[in-house]
């Protein structure tokens, strides 16, 4: 460390040879143009470009490994949270010897009630949508359609039509609303 220091600097020796050595003018030019432009050989960038292409598929494959991993532990995660979920929802606050089967038979119950509720509202919708009503609207606004195809010239003689059909759907709105209450 310090005894670079302490120790004096040799200066630069320069041997001169006996003989006098000539280069030819082309080994010289060769010589110069790979000094001045430090340009990798074709052979070697090639060799260099493989080996970064094998590094960077490395890498992916350890990256997707990892990304599969972690994926896992996610789904596991979530399939434990939606079990504890289902259990906290079918009423076991405890885990008991039978917590399987009756968490089933708990969580079974409650999706039946809760497909009941929905064929109710499927059949409610139905029944709204074959009502006499709807068909009276349905009509009425076929009715406005044929006759503005009918006039597509003098469309203001279908106001008649046109507030027939709009008193039908305020008249079906307003039956809504009073059922809503």
């Not at 074709?42 to 470009?49: G, M």
Request: glycine residues 4%; charged residues 35%.
């Amino acid at each position: 460390m310090g005894a670079s220091q302490s120790t004096p600097q040799q200066e630069e020796k320069v041997f001169t040879p006996d003989t006098s050595l000539h280069f030819s003018e082309d080994v010289v030019n060769q010589l110069a143009d790979h000094q001045a432009s430090p340009e990798i050989p074709h052979d070697r960038q090639l060799t260099i470009d493989a080996h970064i292409r094998s590094r960077i598929q490395a890498e992916l494959g350890r990256l997707h490994q990892e990304e599969e991993r972690v994926r896992e532990e996610i789904e596991r995660a979530l399939e434990k949270e939606n079990l504890d979920r289902e259990r906290s929802m079918a009423g076991e606050e405890s885990a008991s010897e039978d917590a399987t089967s009756a968490g089933s038979v708990k969580s079974s119950a409650a999706l039946m009630g809760d497909l009941e509720e929905l064929r109710q509202k499927i059949e409610k919708y139905h029944a709204r949508q074959d009502s006499e009503e709807l068909s009276d609207v349905r009509a009425k606004g076929e009715a406005v359609v044929s006759c503005y195809r009918s006039h597509p010239t003098t469309t203001l003689d279908c106001w008649r039509a046109v507030e027939e059909f709009k008193t039908s759907v305020a008249q079906v709105e307003q039956r809504y609303v009073n059922s809503l209450r």
